[in-house]
């Protein structure tokens, strides 16, 4: 049975430089996708275009707008690069540029020129849920972020803020809280 290895990361996008290579209705939903979930992200878009709703989607976002075509120049002080404009050869230099230079990369609707995949996401609160399928059903990771936003209650923010005081108020070293904290949130699991 093949098997997910991905590993799951949480990043402080807003301590990031992210750089996205395209202007067309991918680099929206990217775009779009990151927005949603890191409304402080700090991103540059590079393309000969953009699509009215991406101009329009960016006001009061930190985004930065070039009108030019791809280079490698572009990739400068950038942690993260997502290409996805319509030409393959382009993609595939931002893949090649941004490995010779140790930036993680995506190139959209392309596994094998991934370092990573932009899963779906369930955000309530301080609670944040992904969902991956290994880059194999973006359908699938879709269908089970409506489940998990439909069971995740409303409320789950509370209960977080509330365990958040409560193991502020243990003591004993970590391996004992960490055991009266299992020991306390237990029932939420049965």
Do not use: W
Not at 23 to 47: D, H, R
Not at 130 to 158: M, W, Y
């Amino acid at each position: 049975m093949e098997r997910n290895e991905l590993y799951p990361i949480f990043l402080k996008t807003q301590q990031l430089e992210i750089l996205i290579v395209g202007g067309g209705f991918v680099a929206l939903e990217k775009l779009s996708f990151l927005l949603k979930s890191s409304p402080n992200s700090k991103i540059t878009m590079v393309s000969p275009f953009f699509r009215k709703e991406t101009i329009q989607s960016i006001v009061g976002y930190q985004i930065n707008l070039i009108h030019d075509t791809y280079s490698s120049n572009y990739l400068k002080d950038k942690h993260i690069v997502i290409a996805t404009t319509d030409e393959e050869e382009v993609n595939i230099q931002v893949y090649k540029d941004c490995k010779e230079r140790n930036i993680l990369v995506n190139v959209a609707d392309n596994p094998p020129f991934c370092d990573f995949y932009m899963g779906g996401i369930v955000t309530k609160g301080n609670v944040k849920v992904a969902i991956s399928t290994n880059g194999k059903s973006p359908t699938t990771a879709k269908r089970l972020r409506q489940f998990f936003k439909e069971v995740i209650p409303e409320n789950i923010d509370d209960l977080v803020k509330n365990l958040n005081k409560y193991r502020k108020t243990i003591k004993g070293n970590f391996e004992e809280k960490v055991e009266k904290l299992n020991e306390f949130t237990k029932s939420l699991v049965e």
